[in-house]
């Protein structure tokens, strides 16, 4: 018989060379690439013109569709064709509503037949009940038929009604001037009601999408000016107001989106266009300096750090260490008087779980 003190040594022995085992298992692996939230440094303060690189839209873009569900039988526009007000686009087969106008109009005519009967019995049944030869229960019974074949036209017009517009609605109009788009699926093809169709893009005063990081959003506001160039229009400036300054980050990004309206009418501008819009800031301190979220800021014994992302390629970059010297902390973010210079890309998010030249994923 064993002895229990040699068994459980024996035991502990095992346990020790699997862990060492999963321990060399994992330093053999693969290194950890961990994602990261990052933004460009900026110097603010004085006046200084900024650039942000954004693209066009349309100033208003429709998704087109029929209220009523079918068959497209037709279209009568492609991609690109310019449209005026309240022309056709395209049709559905009204073959089904053509019979439901057909079988309200019949009903119609019968409900109007049944009617003129029950007047007739009303009128005359009033007559004899005025020389006392029919009864007051007589009277109201003929009396309540009217009404009631009265009620019943009155409802099969509403159905016909309806069964009218329900054609109508087969037939897709252009609810303003503007360009197709898109179009979104094929002759032949069963729609539904309300399943987009075309996206007509109207309004002749382009729009540009752009986004600005957070310690520059404070700056924007609506009706500021800005100018506007496109790549694809050479040696031409628009003149442009901000309609839209968006209070949430997009995505895991620090930067907000923003809408930017030219001031005049044009045709040259299409969606899509690359686009670069130029803010001239201005802020109450003259003296330059850089402004950083604060949680971007981190501190052990070596003193206070930061990390920058060196870019590479398929979304991926290495992490550089710096120290950097803080200043006050305001609310646009915390200043920072050396270590960062104007254009790095500052990690914003999970500072603390990485290490200097480690490999990060930039979302």
């Known amino acids: 018989m064993k002895s229990i003190y040699t068994t459980v040594p024996l035991a502990l022995l095992i346990l020790a060379v699997l862990q060492a085992g999963c321990g060399r298992k994992e330093e053999a692996g693969e290194p950890i690439i961990r994602p990261v939230r990052y933004e460009q440094v900026f110097m603010t303060g004085g006046t200084r013109m900024r650039t942000f690189s954004g693209s066009a839209q349309a100033g208003t873009e429709t998704n087109l569709s029929f209220k009523v569900p079918g068959t497209v039988k037709q279209f009568a526009v492609k991609v690109g064709d310019t449209i005026k007000k309240n022309q056709v686009i395209a ?13 309200a109009e019949a009903a119609l005519q019968q409900a109007m037949a049944q009617a003129r009967n029950a007047n007739a019995t009303y009128a005359r049944v009033r007559e004899l009940y005025e020389n006392r030869t029919s009864s007051k229960s007589d009277l109201d019974a003929a009396r309540a038929g009217s009404e009631s074949a009265e009620a019943a036209v009155r409802s099969i017009e509403k159905r016909l ?26 002759v032949n093809e069963n729609v539904a009601a309300g399943k987009a169709v075309i996206v007509l893009t109207s309004g002749k005063q382009p729009e540009v999408k752009i986004t600005i990081p957070g310690v520059m959003i404070a700056q924007v506001k609506s009706g500021s000016s800005a100018s506007v160039s496109f790549d ?20 895991f990004e ?54 920058i992302v060196e870019p590479g390629e398929d979304d991926l970059g290495i992490a550089r260490r710096k120290k950097v010297q803080i200043g006050e902390l305001t609310e646009e973010g915390l200043e920072v008087l050396e270590g960062l210079q104007e254009g790095e890309l500052l990690i914003t998010a999970g500072v603390t779980r990485i290490v200097d030249g480690q490999k990060v994923r930039l979302l």
């Not at 309806?162 to 037939?171: C, E, H, S």
């Not at 694809?232 to 995505?251: K, L, P, S, W, Y």
């Open 232 to 251: 694809a229009i050479q040696n031409r400036t628009f003149q442009a107001t901000v309609t839209e300054v968006g209070v949430t980050a997009t995505g």
């Open 91 to 103: 049709k559905l087969d009204p073959q089904d509503y053509d019979l439901r106008v057909q079988e």
């Open 254 to 307: 620090t930067t907000y989106p923003v809408i930017i309206r030219l001031d005049e009418e044009t045709d040259a501008v299409r969606p899509g266009m690359a686009a670069n819009v130029s803010f001239r800031f201005e802020t109450s301190t003259a003296r330059e300096r850089i402004l950083v979220p604060s949680v971007a800021v981190a501190e052990d014994r070596q003193g206070r750090y930061v990390f």
């Open 161 to 186: 009604e309806l069964a009218r517009l329900q054609v109508d609605y087969t037939t897709l109009r252009a609810p303003a001037d503007g360009s197709i788009a898109s179009v979104m699926t094929e």
